[in-house]
């Protein structure tokens, strides 16, 4: 069985640019769920779709948003991007919503300049 | 507030000596989860346990136990006669609601090398 892919692996952006970060979970999984992982502030939840619909969220701002297609596949937007959004950016995904056993990707690192 | 700390920054360790990382929560929630997960030097975090608030039972996987203690608000992870392979950070993690939304809390991680 194939694991969680992600897409693209290493990415550079411009302050106040926009980035999109794609996640393709393992086959019959319905549930994916985005992390920040930074040095500082260690790992941190920014949201879980399940069935194409948001159905838990973190403390980010607006700048940060997803959606789930009908495949399962996700994306996460990142607008106007900021220094401080550098970061390993990891997808999860699982069986069953609700922070079951996830199967993390190997994450899209993004660097802000 | 929902909180979990882990306070052992690093650990160094001889291959084949027992080694326990802790984990301390904080959650109002009376339904809540925790979670240890082992992120290898390759980098992809792997699932260890899922435990629920209700089940206080000690579970012994292999080499692997974990210590689920409500009265102290703690879920440690003991690793027996510990192998290089173990060479990982660990994280701790809490799954609570706050407000109508269940949120999925991180430690900062216990940084594990096992020397051989």
């Known amino acids: 069985k194939a694991g969680v892919t992600q897409t693209p692996r290493y990415l550079i952006k411009t302050r106040g640019q926009q980035v999109t970060l794609s996640c393709s979970p393992i086959?019959?999984?319905?549930?994916v769920s985005w992390y920040q992982q930074t040095p500082g502030q260690g790992l941190q939840f920014l949201f879980e779709?399940?069935?194409?619909?948001?159905?838990n969220k973190g403390n980010f701002p607006g700048r940060f948003s997803g959606r789930q297609f009908s495949n399962s596949r996700s994306e996460m937007n990142v607008s106007t991007l900021e220094l401080g959004d550098s970061a390993l950016y990891l997808c999860?995904?699982?069986?069953?919503?609700?922070?079951?056993?996830?199967?993390f990707g190997p994450g899209t690192r993004l660097t802000v300049t | 507030a929902q909180k979990v700390t882990q306070a052992q920054t690093e650990i160094s360790v001889v291959e084949k000596e027992d080694v326990t990382l802790d984990c301390v929560y904080e959650?109002?929630?009376?339904?809540?989860?925790l979670f240890w997960y082992k992120q290898p030097p390759s980098g992809e975090l792997v699932f260890l346990i899922r435990?629920?608030?209700?089940d206080e039972q000690n579970e012994i996987s292999g080499r692997y136990s974990w210590n689920f203690q409500k009265s102290t608000s703690s879920f440690n992870f003991t690793i027996t006669a510990s192998q290089v392979v173990d060479s990982a950070v660990y994280f701790c993690?809490?799954?609570?609601?706050?407000?109508?939304?269940?949120?999925?809390?991180w430690g900062l991680g216990t940084s594990l090398a096992v020397n051989p």
């Open positions: 999860a995904s699982s069986l069953e919503s609700g922070f079951h056993e996830q199967y």
């Open positions: 086959s019959g999984h319905r549930s």
């Open positions: 779709y399940f069935s194409e619909t948001q159905r």
């Open positions: 959650t109002r929630d009376t339904t809540y989860y």
């Open positions: 435990r629920n608030s209700f």
């Open positions: 993690a809490l799954s609570a609601y706050a407000g109508n939304n269940r949120k999925l809390i």
